[in-house]
């Protein structure tokens, strides 16, 4: 991992600066200057060691940066690949964008609306990895699992507030597959950690989390991390299925396959990213406060 890097003279161009990424590595002590993009910038006081530009990716302004060699994409793929472009006639020459694991796990969902974003993250990936060639930029993509960060996510942090209002979580059968969350802050550590290492350019990897857990533990670390014993409840597949057909119109951005896939493996091999650039993830021990 990076030492300190508060004396880099050249910032870092920070595409999604509001993601769950973005906000950890500005909670960083010793990282870069960050100029960052958003089409909703934070309020000013807020704003304090960064410099903030309000800009829409998929608009056909070019970017007002002068003076920035590297972009860190940290928004979705298919935002930043179309932008590469109007990166390069900023002076963009590197570029270290987040893809997802998704672009494999999703590939088989029997839900086409997840099909299509796997098909998604693989055809912007491609675009970004040709258009970076075609205009001499180096790139490196990097695709983690389900990423957390505590109180800010919609995963593990979702399973804290469910938790925490019912006291009691759900399983879809045993919750056998298993799981590798990441920190978005180790994340944040990963994309400054490519920068300095050559071996990376052109290259894709797989970014999985220190600790490889089934879901029904994931969820129960969960409650430990609220001070709380663990109480989870397993339903039948089927009956989770039946449940889900009845209350699913009221659980926006929920579907029945991630029901189904709780009993599936969605797990992915560090070896390369270990071996490239040092990746050393943390356990997963969320800590939540009471
Ligand atoms: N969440 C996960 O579990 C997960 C798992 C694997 C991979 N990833 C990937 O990791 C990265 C971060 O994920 P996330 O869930 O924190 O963020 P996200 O919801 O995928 O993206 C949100 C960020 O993208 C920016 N953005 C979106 N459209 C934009 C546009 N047209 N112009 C400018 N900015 C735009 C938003 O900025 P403003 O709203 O401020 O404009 C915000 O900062 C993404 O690449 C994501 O695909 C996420």
Known sequence: MPGDMSQTPAPLLCLGATSL?????????DRPRLICISRRPPPEMEQARDRWITADLTGSEPLPVRD????????????????????ARSGIRRIVAFSSTSRWTKTRS???????????????EDALAAACDR??????LLRPTLIYREGQDGNVSRLAHLARRFGIIPLAGAGAGLRQPVHAEDLARAALAVLEHPATLGRAYDLPGGETLSYRAMVERVFEG???????????????RAGFALAGPFLPGA????????????????????????????DFRPRFPA
Request: proline residues 10%.
């Open 135 to 140: 205009l001499a930029i180096g790139w490196t």
């Open 21 to 29: 990424i973005g906000g950890a590595l500005s909670a960083l002590p």
């Open 68 to 87: 920035v060699e590297t972009a860190l994409g940290l928004a979705p793929i298919w935002v930043v690949a179309p932008a590469v472009e109007a990166l």
């Open 226 to 240: 609220m001070g709380h014993r663990p109480r989870v409840l397993a339903i039948p597949p089927v009956l989770w």
């Open 255 to 282: 579907n029945a396959q991630m029901g189904a896939r709780m009993e599936a493996d969605l797990t992915f091999d560090p070896a390369p990213a270990q071996r490239d650039f040092n990746w050393r993830p943390r």
């Open 110 to 124: 029997a839900d086409a609306a997840e099909r299509e974003i796997a098909d998604r993250l693989a055809r912007s």
